[in-house]
């Protein structure tokens, strides 16, 4: 069994890691602060980023915090009683506020029961100096973790996809982040318009470098009423298949230190709404491939990146 991993998986896992830090069961709750982004200000948004910013399966934002905190809590208290939560602000930008707000938000939710940390989703642009110091305070007074998009360390395709950001500003906020001990986990897409599959790797041997704590591996979506839909449309880009997809995850994870936790491999698109890849939609099955073919190389996280050491 790969040390990192309670379920016999090839790979450092979520669980593991939570289990291991908290000594029970502990599940992250999505919820949505109903922040905006910065992104859509300037730039119309990521062109694969639909109405809701990132946030279709978070809280349903017109209801209040403890509501959508409660929501999910039953019903995972019905399947693993007395567990604990790390209360995950995701939809949108959710640092992009005033500090005033931010701390309205996200105190509240530490005083929500069994909750022991907290998640943030945001940009590398979109924490200023003082917000960076609220984050090191809460840091302090709980288990934090700050989770960036970066999608790409390739700059080319940053611009294509209108992220609004390059791999400089990400790097700096990264440094920032680690300066001040805070927990970063990054999330990448694979499949991404015109990409390689050694430009997908690239983007994990960067974060190698970088001394991040988790990572989310992301297939890209094409959804329905997004700018990509047009681009898909106009250029008729290829999409990865199923058996493309995992064989490159496999390979990213073969590259990934081992310390680093996987939070996701693979991502969640709504059936209403996803037009391309629809293998997406059986997430297990996608799931049960990349442990096959890890047995079936007899490898593991971080067997190639050791070798390199």
């Not at 009683?81 to 707000?101: E, G």
Request: hydrophobic share 35%; net charge positive; proline share 2%.
């Amino acid at each position: 069994m790969f040390k990192y991993s309670l379920d016999n998986k090839r790979y450092h896992t979520l669980n593991y890691h939570l289990t291991n830090k908290f000594g029970t069961r502990a599940f992250k709750v999505s919820l949505n602060g109903n922040f905006s982004c910065p992104n859509f200000k300037n730039n119309k948004g990521c062109i694969f980023c639909s109405a809701l910013g990132s946030g279709d399966f978070a809280g349903n934002k017109n209801d209040n915090l403890l509501k959508q905190f409660n929501d999910v809590k039953t019903m995972l208290n019905n399947k693993w009683p007395d567990t604990k939560y790390i209360a995950y602000f995701q939809a949108n930008t959710n640092t992009y506020a005033p500090v005033n707000v931010l701390k309205e938000k996200f105190e509240k939710a530490l005083t929500f029961p069994n909750v022991v940390g907290l998640n943030i989703g945001t940009r590398p642009d979109a924490i200023s100096d003082e917000c960076l110091k609220y984050l090191n305070d809460l840091n302090k007074r709980t288990y934090l973790t700050i989770e960036l998009g970066l999608q790409s360390m390739h700059n080319e395709t940053l611009k294509l996809i209108n992220r609004g950001h390059d791999l400089k500003c990400f790097d700096e906020c990264v440094k920032k982040l680690r300066e001040n001990n805070i927990n970063v986990v990054v999330h990448i897409i694979n499949g991404l318009p015109f990409e390689t599959k050694k430009m997908m790797i690239d983007t994990v041997k960067h974060l190698n470098s970088l001394n991040i704590q988790g990572i989310k591996i992301h297939m890209l979506h094409i959804l329905k009423n997004t700018e990509l839909e047009n681009f898909y449309k106009k250029t008729n880009f290829h999409v990865l298949t199923k058996e493309e997809y995992v064989d490159i995850v496999c390979d990213q994870i073969e590259e990934l230190d081992e310390k680093i936790v996987i939070h996701r491999l693979t991502g969640d698109g709504k059936k209403e709404d996803l037009i391309e890849p629809m293998w997406t939609l059986k997430k297990v099955s996608v799931l049960n491939d990349i442990d096959k073919e890890l047995s079936k190389r007899n490898t593991y996280q971080g067997y190639k990146y050791q070798k390199k050491q």
